[in-house]
């Protein structure tokens, strides 16, 4: 091991990539990590954290109408400022770069502000041309936006750009309907945009439980929202005055003045070198690696979204940590991807974890299902007429809760909870047990009949 530059060679400062770095080195190894943008990688720099600062920021446009019911005397020409937002935004996460790059320093990880190709099993090229070689190599790269090829594709922007728009358009076409699309959907239009969702099937957020994404697109219509299902991209056309219009399948074009995809992400495995140790890849571009996030190299290993496992960010830094602990740390682990929950954080969020109803009645046969369709008091008061729904599955043997669905105020933040006692294997009667807590949306969940 000491023949090589380090122990531990990471390629991407992302979160998988920083918790490895640093879990490695505070049990004693010598690593280094190279980024190629900036350290934080797409959570902290492009995605989720930008993302929910913005969801924050456009749900005020609600908050601000629904305060005058309660009392608040909100002038009727309250203006927003995008680059206010934007700008403050962007502060934040440069604070949250620097608290990363603060802790892989005081951690002694060597940084590399460089792009990083593989050359072999125990070596990588910087951008300088100076190769650097390490034990083990980790593979900690992300994902990008995919974009569907079609004349005119150079005119839409993706999740990258979007934080750094100099407008708020008026028009926006948003391609995809899944977790990208639905959360910058509710954005543009909180923030006085008329949004167009297109997509080429006739559902969104595919996966989720049935009942709670038909919940989300009748109340997204009811705000106004426009969906153009079956479309497929046929050209995208730029105007002498900017404006971009959009022709599809099965539908007459439409006009806007921005178009974002969101039609998935793929794995940045391109010209990464990989080919040159072996490392075997999947027909997406993932990093194929076993259970213990061990590539078909022996001394390379892959964690996070370039293996298109779950593209999630705590699953990544959980992928992380335990590839550490096991290598450098003698505390074998393996992730278990048992009953994560997810959040999809459109206005209003949906959050679930564990089976929908259609996956626990292939799997189980047997299954309960109880529901709560309710409007918030907050809702009540505030004349909005937008309601909650809860879904609870339950194992129709055995009595236990095997999947929890929910949309409405906080559900991101009230599924966490109960993703403990679905993860911990608790039943319906044990939920029931559990006394209320009044006046709660939450409550729901030991209330359910
Ligand atoms: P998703 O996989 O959620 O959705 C992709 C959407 O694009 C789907 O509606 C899909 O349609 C459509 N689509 C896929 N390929 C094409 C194509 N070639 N042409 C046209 N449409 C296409 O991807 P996102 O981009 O929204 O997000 C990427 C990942 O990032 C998510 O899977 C998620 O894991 C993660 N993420 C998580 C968030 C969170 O936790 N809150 C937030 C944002 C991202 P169809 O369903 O019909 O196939």
């Not at 601000?64 to 962007?90: E, H, I, Q, Y």
């Not at 593989?118 to 951008?127: E, I, K, Q």
């Not at 090829?149 to 100099?166: A, K, M, P, Y």
């Not at 705590?314 to 997810?342: H, L, M």
Request: charged share 25%; proline share 4%.
């Amino acid at each position: 091991m000491t023949d090589f530059d380090y122990d531990l060679f990471v390629i991407g400062a992302g979160s998988g990539g920083t918790r490895a770095s640093r879990v490695a080195a505070a049990h004693g190894a010598r690593v280094a990590v190279a980024e190629e943008y900036r350290v934080g990688g797409t959570c902290v720099i492009r995605g989720c954290v930008p993302k929910k600062l913005l969801v924050y920021g456009a749900h005020f446009a609600e908050d601000l109408k629904d305060a005058r019911r309660f009392g608040w005397d909100v002038p009727g020409d309250c203006a927003f400022s995008w680059p206010v937002l934007r700008d403050n935004v962007k502060a934040e996460v440069a604070r949250i770069e620097g608290a990363y790059t603060d802790t892989l320093e005081s951690n002694h990880v060597d940084i590399y502000h460089s792009r990083a190709v593989v050359t072999g099993p125990n070596s990588v090229r910087l951008d300088d041309g100076t190769e650097k070689t390490a034990g083990k190599i980790l593979v900690a790269v992300g994902a990008h936006p995919a974009i569907p090829i079609c004349e005119g594709r150079e005119f839409g922007i993706t999740s990258n750009e979007v934080f750094d728009l100099e407008a708020i358009p008026k028009r926006i076409l948003i391609a995809g309907a899944g977790y990208i699309a639905n959360e910058f959907a509710g954005i543009f239009h909180q923030l006085g945009a008329h949004v167009i969702l297109m997509n080429r099937t006739k559902d969104i957020l595919r996966g989720y439980e049935l009942a709670i994404r038909d919940r989300l697109l009748q109340i997204s219509m009811m705000k106004g929202l426009e969906f153009k299902f079956d479309a497929n991209f046929e050209k995208i056309t730029k105007g002498d005055d900017g404006c971009l219009t959009v022709h599809m399948s099965g539908h007459e074009p439409v006009t806007v003045d921005l178009v974002l995809f969101a039609t998935g992400r793929v794995p940045n495995t391109k010209d990464l070198g990989l080919e040159s140790a072996g490392v075997e890849l999947d027909d997406k571009g993932g990093v194929i690696v076993d259970e213990d996030n061990r590539s078909t190299c022996p001394s390379i290993f892959a964690v996070g979204d370039v293996t298109n496992r779950i593209q999630l960010t705590p699953v990544a830094i959980r992928e992380g940590q335990a590839f550490s602990d096991t290598f450098f740390g003698n505390k074998p682990t393996r992730v278990d991807y048992g009953c994560i929950p997810s959040a999809v954080f459109s206005h209003p969020p949906m959050a679930g974890v564990g089976m929908t109803e259609a996956e626990a009645r292939q799997k189980l046969g047997s299954v309960k299902v109880y529901s709560s369709d309710f409007r918030p008091m907050k809702n009540v008061l505030a004349n909005r007429d937008e309601r909650a729904l809860y879904k609870m599955v339950c194992d129709g043997e055995t009595d236990r809760v095997v999947g929890i669905h929910l949309i409405g105020p906080d559900s991101p933040e009230i599924i966490q909870g109960a993703a403990v006692a679905v993860k911990a294997g608790l039943t319906k009667a044990q939920f029931d047990q559990t006394v209320a807590l009044h006046p709660t949306m939450a409550e729901e969940l030991v209330l359910l009949k």
